[in-house]
């Protein structure tokens, strides 16, 4: 059974600094991602990673801010989020899929097949 399960998420101040974990079971993960969905908003892209560092993608409003990574021997990735801003506020979703995807196809939500729950990341002013 595949999962992905999220964790790191919570109430923050402004300016301060988290980092969300999504750890994968049930098969091998190929491109792994952060999208997220602030209240009354449409799901956005946040960052992307394919197997290899050479392949990661940022959306501008994270870039600098924000580090992804991954542990393959762990089924894991990570985002580090730093200086974060109340503009951040959203749930977050980590996304995942087994197919060897390359390219900006890799910052669109259909290019993911599994899902996990998602993470509630609540920046204060």
């Known amino acids: 059974q595949v999962q992905l399960v999220e964790s790191g998420g919570g109430l923050v101040q402004a300016g301060g600094s988290l980092r969300l974990s999504c750890a994968a079971s049930?098969?091998?993960?190929?491109?792994m991602a952060w999208f997220r969905q602030a209240p009354r908003k449409e799901r956005e892209f946040v960052a992307a990673?394919?197997?290899?560092?050479?392949?990661?993608y940022y959306a501008d409003s994270v870039k600098g801010r924000f580090t992804i990574s991954r542990d393959n021997a762990k089924h894991t990735v990570y985002l580090q989020m730093n200086s974060l801003n109340p503009e951040d506020t959203a749930v977050y979703y980590c996304?995942?899929?087994?197919?060897?995807?390359?390219?900006?196809?890799?910052?669109?939500?259909?290019?993911?097949?599994?899902w996990g729950q998602g993470t509630q990341v609540t920046v204060s002013s």
């Open positions: 996304a995942a899929d087994p197919d060897a995807q390359t390219g900006v196809r890799l910052t669109t939500p259909g290019a993911y097949d599994y």
């Open positions: 049930g098969r091998r993960f190929y491109a």
């Open positions: 990673s394919g197997w290899s560092s050479s392949s990661i």
